[in-house]
């Protein structure tokens, strides 16, 4: 492109350095220890805490960084694991079109706990994490412990999403450069998440773009946006057959609880909060009521819950028949 265009469209975008960053400039600003290597891969995971495994999801477009205002709370009863999907955040981004499906989401999530040496865990998803979590819980029971879902997308999102015209690379770089990444375009998006618009800074739109504003964006868009010939990922719902919290921002115009109960009523052990004064990312908007019935639930499905409450109830049955 000739250089004069280029300035033109940068400062139509926004004034940055003409394209994403570059990744090595990525790995270079992270702190050791946040990125693993997992199958050739660079992935980001954020990890505190000690305890039972809980494992968190974020929405589309997010990273995370949607959970900074939860995992300090979350960590002092778990071994919180938050964790960059494909094409978010600073995880590196594949140029395989299949990284970009829940099938291989999910392969990247398994791959970073068998990485960490886990097995088992609790499991959260927030929007398109959601989505995903529910897709983990039906085809790996086995690990997981329970799963919470706040204003979640239905397992087949992923493929619903995707655009006819996404098909086109030349159209997706034209848009992923002057639309999707700019400014207002990620302003707007963040203000559609949340019932109070004041939450949106300029340091917070700011921090969401230049995490998605990272060398392979558009690999990762077209992966994400363009058609796949492959089934739609769905699950029966009805099969999930894991104590599940489902917490929804009342206020939420993205995905509203009204639409949303009657699919996830479907769930076989599931629990329903809603939150007032509170948008489509409760995590941000309103941590400390989220914290408040997200724990609880956490603590009734903690390995040896079930025996420790039989233990109580002997103990109040003797002290009774004294």
């Known amino acids: 492109m000739p250089s004069g265009l280029a300035e033109i469209l940068n400062r139509a975008a926004g004034g940055d350095p003409w394209g994403p960053r570059p990744y090595a400039d990525v790995c270079a600003s992270l702190p050791a220890g946040k990125l693993l290597k997992v199958g050739g891969q660079r992935v980001h995971v954020e990890q505190a805490g000690q305890g039972e495994p809980l494992v968190l999801l974020h929405g ?129 998006a963040l203000e559609l998440c949340y019932h109070d618009r004041s939450i949106v800074t300029d340091d917070l739109v700011e921090d969401y773009r230049q995490r998605m504003l990272v060398e392979g964006v558009e690999d990762a868009y077209y992966g994400l946006m363009a058609p796949l010939d492959m089934p739609s990922p769905d699950v029966d719902l009805a099969t999930v057959a894991v104590p599940t919290l489902v917490i929804w921002g009342e206020c939420d115009k993205l995905i509203p609880f009204a639409e949303a109960r009657p699919h996830l009523e479907r769930l076989p052990h599931v629990e329903m909060a809603s939150l007032p004064a509170c948008g489509h990312s409760p995590m941000e908007e309103r941590p400390e009521e989220l914290l408040a019935r997200w724990i609880p639930f956490l603590e009734r499905h903690r390995a040896g819950w079930s025996q420790r409450v039989r233990k109580v109830w002997r103990r109040l049955g003797r002290a009774a028949a004294v």
């Open 60 to 188: 589309f477009g997010c990273s995370t960084h949607s959970w900074r205002l939860v995992i300090p709370g979350l960590a002092r009863r778990h071994r919180v694991v938050a964790i960059d999907l494909n094409g978010f955040g600073w995880t590196e981004r594949p140029s395989d079109v299949a990284a970009y499906t829940y099938e291989g989401q999910a392969k990247l999530v398994l791959a970073v706990l068998d990485r960490l040496g886990i097995d088992e865990f609790h499991l959260a998803g927030h929007s398109y994490g959601g989505g995903l979590a529910l897709w983990l819980s039906g085809r790996h029971r086995q690990r997981v412990r329970s799963l919470t879902l706040l204003c979640s997308v239905l397992p087949d999102y992923g493929q619903a999403q995707r655009q006819a015209w996404a098909r086109f690379r030349s159209l997706n770089w034209l848009l992923v450069h002057f639309f999707v990444l700019s400014r207002a375009a990620v302003r707007k």
